[in-house]
């Protein structure tokens, strides 16, 4: 099945607000083997409209639309598509009673313009909002098949995957699996020349490479009868590319680094602390952004200025006078020292030159030294994450925090496991 | 001017990643008065990417791409494009260099599918990209314009901005001028209630609001033809606002809460700490996302555990006992605590039920406390910020610290500067 997504809205095409609507289509899509050949975005502007949906019909089998459908005299999406299939609009009785609940509920006195909400193309499947007044609907005509979804993404995504999705599944009966390869640490570049001839030999499952801030994810993906099936394709390779990677690979489904050092804690009983000067909490951050965290990590400390590092973490006087803050040894002393201070049985550290200032050609904007400390292993890494160009400060610091994270991901692993 | 955005990436259709760009380009072609009159988006396909193109240029003066230029053997926009206006593929010296340069300095060695990025279509006008390796091009044709631009956010924006904006804004002689008035704690709805006629009744300038994670922001649009004279529309409208929400203005094009917050620092030379619990390091890693914050933030201390907030920040076990850990009594002493600790001259904290898990009747997931701690003026504030649904984590966190540094900066503006 080819589907086209097609969103609605000038609010898009002014930049006012990011098509997330787009993105939680296609994923959606994606997971049951309909592939989007397609996106698009056009204004609230009826021929604009009604030329994109026809070509988007055209085209494809199946048409998703988000937005237009509010009650102001600019939505007419349903109207545009009513015309384009022959329908007339009809008052579709029991969208009518939704609305009328929905605004006794609030208790806001509902006007003429929601009643409009309730006209719905003849012969329409109606899709029931839970969460706002404006209904989705199904029209079919000919083996196309036009989806028409509310714009808000609180409404859109749970009337997709609750009432569309199923729908779709059922018609493409055909599964698609796809398993993520996290690997930290190798380049694209490097990750997709060991890669290549794999990548172009590959069928099903195929193999696709994606980077972001020195991660690289590889999906493997496999169509298939059944889940099982698609898993017996997928397996073999993802083992693959595990050998040929190594150490340098964080998971399997991991979600995110910060997610793969949670479970692992989670899975020893162990628990971790952090102590962050230029990552300035975003290690902390990042973990806690985790739920069920707070079981792993129970301290972390941003000593952003010299005297906190002495006076909370212990990092000695003389080695902030020899070294620097920005050295090894106050990176080692760091991770050691919060681990001492918290009771927590391994700890991360960071310290470095996040820029844009504080550079010099000694320790430049860049050099970052990320610190881990546990019973068995601990150690410092040196980092030169300067690319040279101006607006680098997030791109150091989340590349920064990522290599702690590694890193406590490693100590994780030469850990013993405690008891529960 | 007509514009289209055409981005191109499998990536995009198949949901892996939100489409930013798309938004940032739509934003700065508004700016300048350029109408985006559509967006599309295709996958790293010869075939639809030259359909799309093709379409695209028949119907606009100036199509925009992204994507499509990096060292892969899928990333091949530049060709497609050459081949449509007829041009050949021919080596640029000048871009070249600049990967060759970009390889030495961060000591990675240069593939040869790095060198295809410095092919480019014959007579472009090549934009270097100061943030990675793949350069940009304009190509121009019988008044058409198509624009070229590397996928990566970090690498499209500046180029986009400073190199290719400048350009249509000098071919549509209109100069578009913004200014952003912030406003917190007071909704979207109720902002728009109280300025609906104004909004409806204003034409140049514009007054538009975009609401995001309880801020609210009012975009106030001049056209003219200098940008004095749009400052001269602009200003007095700007002036009306600010006197209309008081002390619910927490800044005109103030960039974010955590830059009015580190600004407001640095004009009373006053030290702000933090001791986080429910948003685990985000205002820490929010105020030092900041270039320069390190003058004015030392110290952060992400308390998750209760035996934490004993031992470091004082708080004391009765008041865990007695009113636990997500309470207005342990908010004001783990504010009160680190400000001690750090000897800072002001502090935020926070305290709450982020959620999912955690929630009880009394104590829903949303509840959060945040407070402040200064010489003049400590409070703590009670949020409730649950609405229901499930994956609002992220939410919370967000909005609670937002809160916290919205208290700090009224915190600030009381109290009284300090020598510098």
Same mark, same amino acid.
């Given at each position: 099945m080819k589907a086209e997504i097609l969103c609605v809205g000038t609010e898009?095409?002014?930049?006012?607000?990011?098509?997330?609507?787009?993105?939680?289509?296609?994923?959606?899509?994606?997971?049951?083997?309909?592939?989007?050949?397609?996106?698009?975005?056009?204004?609230?502007?009826?021929?604009?409209?009604?030329?994109?949906?026809r070509d988007a019909?055209?085209?494809?089998?199946?048409?998703?639309?988000?937005?237009?459908?509010?009650?102001?005299?600019?939505?007419?999406? /349903?109207?545009?598509a009513a015309g384009l299939f022959g329908r007339k609009m009809v008052l579709d009785e029991p969208s009518l009673r939704r609305i009328e609940a929905f605004f006794a509920r609030i208790g806001r006195p509902m006007t003429d313009n929601n009643r409009k909400q309730a006209m719905m193309p003849e012969g329409a499947q109606i899709?029931?909002?839970?969460?706002?007044?404006?209904?989705?609907?199904?029209?079919?005509?000919?083996?196309?098949?036009?989806?028409?979804?509310?714009?808000?993404?609180?409404?859109?995504?749970?009337?997709?995957?609750r009432q569309v999705l199923p729908v779709l599944a059922a018609l493409t009966g055909k599964t698609l699996v796809s398993r993520t390869v996290h690997i930290f640490g190798v380049g694209e570049s490097a990750v997709e020349d060991r890669l290549r001839s794999r990548m172009l030999a590959l069928q099903n499952p195929t193999l696709a490479p994606y980077a972001k801030d020195g991660e690289v994810l590889l999906r493997v993906t496999a169509s298939a009868e059944s889940r099982a099936a698609a898993g017996r394709l997928i397996d073999p390779v993802v083992d693959e590319i595990c050998g040929q990677f190594g150490e340098a690979v964080y998971g399997v489904d991991a979600g995110s680094l910060q997610a793969?050092?949670?479970?692992?804690?989670?899975?020893?009983?162990?628990?971790?602390?952090?102590? =962050? &000067?230029?990552?300035?909490?975003?290690i902390s951050k990042r973990i806690t952004?985790?739920?069920? &965290?707070?079981?792993?990590?129970?301290?972390?400390?941003?000593?952003?200025?010299?005297?906190? /590092?002495?006076? %909370?973490?212990?990092?000695?006087?003389?080695? %902030?006078?020899?070294?620097?803050?920005?050295?090894e040894q106050t990176a080692a002393e760091m991770a050691a020292g919060v681990r001492a201070l918290s009771g927590a049985d391994l700890a991360v550290s960071t310290?470095?030159?996040?820029?844009?200032?504080?550079?010099?050609? =000694? /320790?430049?904007?860049?050099?970052?030294?990320?610190?881990?400390?546990?019973k068995n292993f601990s150690t410092v890494?040196?980092?030169?994450?300067g690319r040279g160009y101006g607006e680098e400060r997030e791109y150091i610091r989340t590349v920064a925090a990522s290599n702690a994270l590694f890193l406590a991901l490693q100590a994780i692993r030469q850990a013993d496991p405690k008891q529960p």
């Open positions: 898009l095409l002014l930049g006012d607000i990011v098509n997330t609507n787009a993105q939680v289509i296609a994923q959606g899509l994606a997971s049951i083997g309909v592939n989007v050949f397609h996106q698009s975005v056009v204004g609230d502007n009826d021929a604009r409209l009604k030329t994109a949906l019909l055209e085209q494809c089998d199946c048409v998703i639309t988000t937005g237009g459908l509010g009650p102001t005299y600019d939505d007419l999406t /349903k109207e545009t899709l029931p909002n839970d969460n706002g007044t404006a209904p989705g609907l199904i029209l079919e005509q000919n083996g196309k098949r036009l989806v028409m979804l509310p714009g808000p993404p609180r409404e859109m995504r749970p009337m997709f995957e793969a050092v949670v479970r692992a804690l989670n899975e020893k009983h162990l628990v971790l602390a952090s102590a =962050e &000067s230029c990552t300035g909490g975003l952004e985790i739920p069920g &965290s707070s079981a792993v990590f129970h301290c972390g400390i941003c000593s952003y200025a010299n005297e906190i /590092k002495e006076k %909370l973490l212990g990092v000695r006087h003389e080695t %902030l006078e020899r070294y620097g803050a920005v050295s310290t470095g030159i996040a820029g844009p200032g504080g550079g010099s050609a =000694e /320790k430049p904007v860049g050099l970052v030294y990320v610190g881990v400390s546990s890494r040196r980092l030169t994450l």
